[in-house]
């Protein structure tokens, strides 16, 4: 399985973008998936996942300017970003791991796949 994303891009604050992941091979039927962030204040965290049966999980501080979603294929992962704040910056990653698992995990370290991530630079 590989991983990889595109859309990063340098916007204004309260712009919006898409980000996408494209996944290569098979997770199955049974996998999560994660879009993650890393600053280097915060280290890596979880912003939202989504699991094989399209349930969605977002990190407490992130709901409603963020919207995880799938194609129908499930080829290919989204995020959504609305009202781009400054503390958005960031290198946006996209993770899987084959699990059986409701709510997905919001740990990175239980991820296995990785993509190379893409960046999102805000700017006043």
């Known amino acids: 399985v590989q991983l990889a994303e595109s859309g990063g891009s340098s916007v204004q604050a309260g712009g919006s973008l898409r980000l996408s992941c494209v996944v290569t091979?098979?997770?199955?039927?049974?996998?999560?998936m994660g879009w993650f962030r890393q600053s280097p204040l915060k280290g890596r965290e979880v912003v939202a996942t989504v699991d094989g049966d399209g349930i969605t999980r977002y990190a407490d501080s992130e709901q409603g300017r963020f919207t995880v979603s799938q194609d129908n294929a499930k080829s290919t992962l989204f995020l959504q970003i609305n009202s781009l704040k400054l503390e958005d910056t960031s290198m946006y990653y996209c993770a899987a791991l084959r699990v059986r698992r409701t709510p997905c995990p919001i740990s990175p370290a239980e991820y296995y796949y990785w993509g190379q991530g893409t960046q999102v630079t805000v700017s006043v």
């Open positions: 091979g098979s997770l199955g039927r049974h996998y999560c």
